[in-house]
């Protein structure tokens, strides 16, 4: 069974600076999914990033960025500039390539204060 | 707009009543899921359709029923709910099993 962890329940960070989320996970599967959802009081979960496991680049989007370390499964969120919008709780999300469900980590509340 | 709509976003129900979530997908996914998402309780997966037949029942009780009357249309009928079921229930889709999902956003339930 797969298991995502996620060891920051909260984080707060000032408007501008840059913030790490991190997130672990087990699996025997070798090749796999992971995903960072966010989401903000509206309640509504977006799809921040999405990485491919048998690709070694760790994927960007603009201000959103991951380093994925497969070795030691290890899935770090990065988000530069923070802004107040980026305020959300934060999943960390997991997929098999064999499997059909998407296995979520506790999730971190991440507070950008101005 | 996700391309995932869900109704209603808000509902207060008896422990007698019936009542039913609705999910509708624009997106042309084959798969679509329900999560039950409660305060300080990770993402419980509930159900998994693929083409419209279930695939996973993730050992929920009888009282939650779903119905997947095309790969657009999800539904989560509900029937003698107890209090312990309150919770934002959301419904996602995905365009194939293993692949990232498109979440709706969601039906608050509470059950009085």
């Known amino acids: 069974a797969q298991t995502v962890t996620q060891s920051q329940p909260e984080m707060s960070v000032q408007e501008a600076e840059t913030v790490t989320l991190s997130c672990t996970y087990d699996t025997s599967e070798s090749n796999y999914y992971l995903f960072w959802y966010k989401q903000p009081p509206s309640r509504q979960m977006i799809l921040v990033i999405r990485q491919e496991a048998y690709k070694q680049q760790n994927a960007t989007e603009n201000r959103f960025s991951v380093n994925f370390q497969k070795a030691a499964k290890s899935f770090s969120l990065k988000i530069s500039d923070s802004q107040l919008g980026d305020t959300a709780m934060y999943f960390c999300a997991f997929i098999g390539t064999s499997g059909s469900r998407l296995t979520f980590g506790e999730g971190t509340q991440l507070t950008v204060n101005p | 707009e996700t391309g995932v709509t869900q109704t209603p976003r808000h509902l207060v129900m008896g422990m007698t009543n019936k009542k039913s979530l609705k999910c509708e997908q624009h997106?042309?996914?084959?798969?679509m899921y329900w999560y039950k998402q409660s305060a300080k309780k990770p993402l419980e997966l509930m159900f998994v359709y693929s083409l419209e037949e279930r695939v996973e029942n993730n050992s929920v009780p009888s009282r939650f029923s779903p119905e997947c009357p095309n790969s657009s249309h999800l539904f989560l009928h509900l029937h003698t709910l107890q209090p312990e079921d309150s919770a934002l229930y959301l419904c996602?889709?995905?365009?194939?099993?293993?692949?990232?999902?498109?979440f709706g956003s969601g039906t608050r339930l509470t059950v009085v």
């Open positions: 997106l042309g996914h084959n798969a």
């Open positions: 996602a889709s995905s365009p194939r099993l293993n692949y990232g999902y498109t």
